[in-house]
């Protein structure tokens, strides 16, 4: 995608962290899942940072000339995003990338192609208290928070019949997750370098992003509660599973919440998972009197896991269980 195609060179370049904080945008609501509570957002509060990135065979003669005639300077990219965001009428991120990707490849004709992403940054409704109900949210009042937080990316170029989608993902980044018990991991290869005993029941510190895309890209615009999936509810059903699961080990994990995913929103095609272990390391065993244990911060080396999963995946967990349940029923 970044790849000139004709002479195999790369040849891009665009602003970064272009912070844009929008307020009242259209509501988002969505379709309920049994692993969670969300159904949607009021966007009071719809805070980006934003990426663009564009290229074009036009561009060559910028790097080996000089010439900066068609170099649309990145402070214009900024200013460009910051003042178009006030005419962005939707209630999506995936939407946002496509209005902008649009105006402004409809602004600047030469330009081939153009990559915008962006991350949410979280903003928590604050509790306040309330004469119908002991709390309810402000509506005023929001709170910057640290969590995880949804990724967005759109790519998209000009062809000879208008513009074509080239790729568009979402990912739910710096999802941190304890366990304090019912995690283990047992049975691995042990030889000469093997100095890690086996637990059975462990606490379990994860560092998760979890990634998603639509079997068909025009779903992630489509903002129709039947067909939208957020970030939020990925989350949910993370932190469900990790809850309801005594897993053998990470890979496990995060294989049963990929399949949960594909299970909940057959619109999307795949699913991936970049996953580091952080579990505390234990310093005292046993806290008289209670189920406590005191630990510390784990060595610098670290455990991580890649993995990533298809619709396929789905249909063949499916059919050993149907296999599991036919030798039951015998």
Sequence with gaps: MMEHNSIKRTMH????????????????????????????????VFALNVKITVWADALLSSFSEGDNTLVVATDSMKNFILRRTADFTGSTVESYLQFMATVFMDKYTHLTGIELSAERIPFDPVLVPSDETPFQES????????????????????????????????????????????????????????TLAESFDRPLYIYL????????????????????????????????????????????????????????????????????????????????????????????????QGFSMTRSDLQAAKRVQEAAAAAESK
């Design 13 to 44: 370049y665009g602003k970064g962290d272009v912070l844009v904080y929008r307020t009242f945008v259209k509501p988002l609501h969505v379709q309920p899942i049994p692993e969670s509570a969300f159904t949607g957002t009021d966007n009071v």
């Design 139 to 194: 509506g005023l009042v929001y709170r910057h928070s640290r969590n995880e937080s949804g990724v967005y990316t759109f790519r998209m170029e000009r062809g000879e019949n208008g513009y074509r989608i080239v790729g568009q993902s979402a990912k739910l980044s710096n999802l941190h997750l304890i366990k304090v018990k019912g995690s283990m991991f047992a049975g691995f290869v042990r030889d000469e370098y093997t």
């Design 209 to 304: 992003n979890i990634g998603w895309e639509y079997a068909d890209y025009g779903d992630a615009l489509l903002e129709e509660a039947e067909r939208y999936v957020p970030a939020e509810q990925i989350s949910d059903i993370t932190h469900t599973l990790f809850h309801q699961l005594n897993s053998p080990s990470i890979q496990k994990l995060i294989y049963d919440v990929g399949l949960r995913i594909l299970e909940r929103y057959p619109q999307l095609g795949k699913v991936w998972f970049e996953s580091n272990n952080r579990t505390w390391e234990t310093i005292v065993e046993q806290v008289p009197g209670s189920e406590g244990r005191v630990y510390t911060e784990p060595r610098p080396p670290y455990g991580f």
